[in-house]
């Protein structure tokens, strides 16, 4: 996976948009204002993602490439190193799983809005 395809895949799921929020060179996706996934694009590639606290402590013991989240809430976030040490698969799922949480955090109109569209 590259910052292209990341981005792809990010923009193609419903109620994303992008931003640079903290400066010119963190690129941001959010659903609905709320984040789910971020990049640094002046640094070796790797995403923050949200993730449940339980399962962001067992993905950091499996895969040395996952590591608490980067100026991030270390308890909900991790910054996955895009190295090839984790095949594309699992991070696209890791990616849907970050995206699933903050969506499900959404008010209910929100969610029926972007389920509407």
Not at 43 to 66: D, H, M, Q, T, W
Not at 91 to 96: A, G
Request: proline share 5%; aromatic share 12%; net charge negative.
């Amino acid at each position: 996976m590259n910052i292209e395809e990341f981005r792809e895949f990010c923009l193609a799921k419903p109620g994303v948009e992008e931003s640079f929020p903290f400066d010119n060179s963190t690129l941001v996706f959010k659903v609905m204002g709320k984040m789910f996934a971020l990049t640094g694009l002046n640094r070796e590639f790797s995403i923050n993602l949200k993730c449940s606290p339980e399962k962001a402590i067992e993905l950091r013991a499996i895969y040395p490439a996952v590591q608490p989240g980067y100026h991030m809430s270390k308890k909900h976030w991790n910054t996955v190193h895009v190295d090839g040490s984790v095949d594309d698969e699992t991070i696209y799922n890791w990616i849907n799983d970050s995206y699933n949480l903050v969506f499900a955090s959404l008010p209910k109109s929100k969610r029926a809005h972007i389920e509407q569209q």
